[in-house]
């Protein structure tokens, strides 16, 4: 006995192709894992939210969608997100049960994310086939979403990935084209052009319903400020994290301040806004030089963290 099942693995073992059956499947299910893949996706396509965006009315429950009238028994309110065009793809492979998307924070659903692109942990739930082809899998992602996003290689990690990405503050480029409704004067452009310091932004109002009503301190640096051919404005900014652009732009009725409104003195709005940049550790480029919190003693320490 012991002889035959010897011969009948050694090849196996061995890695030898002189015996191409490999040895016969066991008949209990494979055991499910769970595992953690990290990657950096850039947004391409506007619209596009970063996790499943339920219908806030129903909050997606089958039953309550059915009658709901803001998504008409959907259970969403558009049709696909970043973690789905992964997860679509991955979790049938990998005979997962679920996936979680952790992201290092998020951009609005209409703005693009750009540059060497968001990092992200999609962690894949109870999983009975872990080990597939992953380059093969990020290559079928891009190609079904049609241009939507493009990953970066995805790479197997430790779960305590998802704290450092969810806990690490980075800066960030933006890119803004920003409409007028007055042409500023040259000393205007050059004061918001040549802007660096501290803005402080109360609870935008949109978000108000949501977040608690406080004031945040944020550093914040104009990298340029151009005209473009129709009369609107092209702003790079640098900013810190948790920096509401589209109010620093706006000023938000007076809330944020000062803003791009209140420096050119004419009401400005952002009607493109674009991440151009997340300043990881990996990236090169300009940094703010106020850093997360630990930094709070030597900055007055009076700064309200988000
Ligand atoms: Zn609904």
Redesign the pocket.
């Known amino acids: 006995m012991l002889w035959r099942h010897g011969l009948r693995f050694l090849p196996w073992l061995m890695s030898d192709p002189i015996d191409p059956q490999p040895p016969a499947p066991s008949e209990r299910p494979r055991p499910r894992i769970n595992l953690w893949l990290e990657s950096r996706y850039r947004k391409l396509r506007r619209g596009l939210p970063q996790t499943v965006f339920f219908?806030p009315?129903?909050?997606?429950d089958r039953r309550?969608?059915r009658d709901?009238?803001?998504?008409?028994?959907?259970?969403k309110l558009t049709k696909e997100s970043v973690q789905e065009l992964i997860g679509r793809r991955l979790l049938p492979a990998m005979q997962a049960k679920l996936g979680r998307f952790h992201g290092a924070g998020r951009e609005d659903i209409d703005v693009l994310m750009l540059g060497r692109g968001r990092p992200f942990v999609f962690e894949v739930v109870g999983a009975r086939n872990p080990e597939i082809d992953l380059e093969a899998m990020r290559l079928e992602i891009e190609a079904r979403a049609g241009g939507a996003i493009e990953l970066a290689p995805f790479v197997r990690v430790a779960r305590p990935r998802v704290a450092y990405w969810k806990e690490t503050h980075f800066d960030k480029v933006y890119r803004a084209e920003v409409s007028l409704d007055a042409v500023p004067s040259d000393e205007a452009m050059t004061r918001a052009r040549t802007f660096e310091g501290a803005v402080v932004q109360r609870t935008p109002q949109r978000v108000a319903h949501r977040r608690a009503d406080l004031d945040r301190e944020r550093q914040l640096r104009v990298l340029g400020l151009v005209v473009m051919p129709d009369g609107a404005l092209e702003l790079r900014v640098l900013c810190q994290h948790g920096t509401y652009v589209k109010e620093w732009i706006s000023g938000d009725d007076g809330r944020t301040l000062p803003s791009l409104t209140s420096l050119l003195g004419v009401p400005c709005r952002c009607r493109v806004l674009d991440v151009e940049e997340i300043m990881t550790d990996e990236v090169s480029g300009p940094r703010l030089v106020v850093k997360d919190s630990q930094d709070k003693d030597t900055q007055g320490g009076d700064r309200v963290e988000s």
């Open positions: 219908c009315l129903c909050k997606g309550r969608a709901c009238k803001q998504c008409e028994g959907f259970g």
